[in-house]
């Protein structure tokens, strides 16, 4: 069998052709890696700024709340135990801002043991409950925990309206500088779900709110909201390094088309 001889020129040619051939495969593979970096840089940076506007819209929604507690606080500090003044300055108070549906005051004393609970909507827990006692609620206990500061609670179901809430608070400290009670401030969650599911860093993806233990306080689904946890749900999708997402930095993780971006709620857990 005779071998078939190429001529110079076109060894040459196909030399060169499958020089282009390899410098096309390189030059898509750079573009293409190029692209999906660009692509994932950009992703982050809206993650970044999307969290951001979202912490300032939460903020700005329980900004009434903050400073009606912190006013009342400083008032009571003061008046700490003149029920008739702190409920009519409560009452005041509550009446500049319809995000706030409750305000009250109680004292670390049980009204068992003398101490006394107000509202400033004249709401009386004892009628519904004879063994009601505030220093047993979790708004109270949160704040005690917490002394000098001012907290928003983790979402409870508010025993008023059976609605869940989340509540800030702060001690109050009495002339001698001592704890007296605990002042607190109601705003219903759904103040905050209308804000949290309103935005989204893409357009296939959903935003939720979680606590520290993972529990989602919002959520698309509502019937997930306080029983489902968003960290066992994760780990079905992707690996999710849980004390980097509660380290209070935005955090971008990917895993193939999937992605999860998380963020602190300043002054919240």
Not at 132 to 146: C, G, I, L, S, Y
Request: hydrophobic share 45%; net charge negative; with cysteine.
């Amino acid at each position: 069998m005779k071998k078939i001889r190429l001529s110079l020129a076109s060894q040459i040619l196909m030399l060169c052709l499958s020089l282009i051939l390899v410098i096309s495969i390189t030059l898509s593979v750079i573009f293409i890696t190029n692209i999906n970096r660009m692509t994932e840089e950009d992703l982050r940076a809206l993650s970044r700024e999307t969290m951001l506007y979202l912490n300032a819209d939460i903020q700005n929604a329980l900004a009434p709340a903050i400073q009606m507690t912190r006013l009342a606080a400083s008032f009571a500090n003061a008046a700490a135990e003149d029920p008739e003044l702190l409920d009519a300055v409560m009452a005041g108070m509550l009446a500049t801002d319809d995000s706030v549906f409750e305000m009250y005051y109680g004292t670390v004393r049980s009204r068992f043991e003398g101490g006394f609970f107000i509202t400033a909507t004249d709401w009386n827990p004892y009628g519904d409950n004879p063994e009601w006692d505030q220093v047993k609620r979790p708004w109270f206990t949160t704040a005690m925990e917490h002394p000098g500061e001012l907290v928003v609670t983790a979402p409870y179901e508010d025993s008023q309206t059976g609605k869940i809430c989340v509540t800030t608070v702060h001690t109050v400290q009495n002339l001698r500088g001592e704890i007296a009670g605990v002042v607190g401030a109601d705003v219903f969650l759904d103040v905050l779900t209308r804000i949290v599911t309103a935005r989204s860093i893409t357009a296939d993806g959903n935003t939720i709110l979680i606590d520290g233990d993972g529990l989602y306080v919002v959520h698309n689904d509502p019937s997930l909201v306080m029983t489902g946890n968003f960290f066992d749900d994760a780990a079905k999708q992707m690996p999710v390094n849980r004390k980097e997402m509660l380290s209070g930095a935005i955090t971008v993780n990917f895993s193939g088309d999937t992605y999860i971006c998380s963020a602190p709620v300043s002054g919240t857990g």
